[in-house]
């Protein structure tokens, strides 16, 4: 496994809480590339997860969607500004909004992206 900093530790108990069979041992695996990308974001180094739990696990989530369908290398080039120092309801604009007015998805609009699913 690969090895963790306190914060880690914290985000892997409050993920696990929401999530409980996601895993971090493999440092390949979308979810850990999301832990690791979140350790070194600025923004996402400010929440609080005393107050913020849902905010860290919409970041999470949308970070492993991006990792676990090829974002970095297969997202068309227009999905720049995912996966970075903004509030992700600010990512991929105009393709991913927010329809609450507490800036948490209630659906993610993510669209022409070159996502494809079956």
């Not at 992700?88 to 022409?112: Q, S």
Request: charged letters at 25%.
């Amino acid at each position: 496994p690969s090895p963790t900093s306190q914060q880690d530790d914290i985000w892997i108990d409050l993920i696990q809480s929401k999530m409980p069979s996601t895993m971090f041992d493999d440092p390949e695996s979308p979810q850990r590339r999301a832990l690791d990308w979140m350790s070194e974001d600025s923004l996402t180094l400010t929440l609080d997860s005393n107050d913020e739990d849902d905010h860290i696990i919409q970041r999470f989530a949308l970070t492993v969607l991006y990792y676990a369908t090829g974002g970095p290398t297969h997202w068309k080039p227009h999905t720049e500004g995912w996966v970075g120092p903004t509030h992700e309801c600010e990512w991929g604009e105009p393709d991913l909004e927010c329809y609450t007015t507490d800036n948490n998805h209630d659906r993610d609009a993510v669209r022409t992206m070159g996502l494809r699913g079956d």
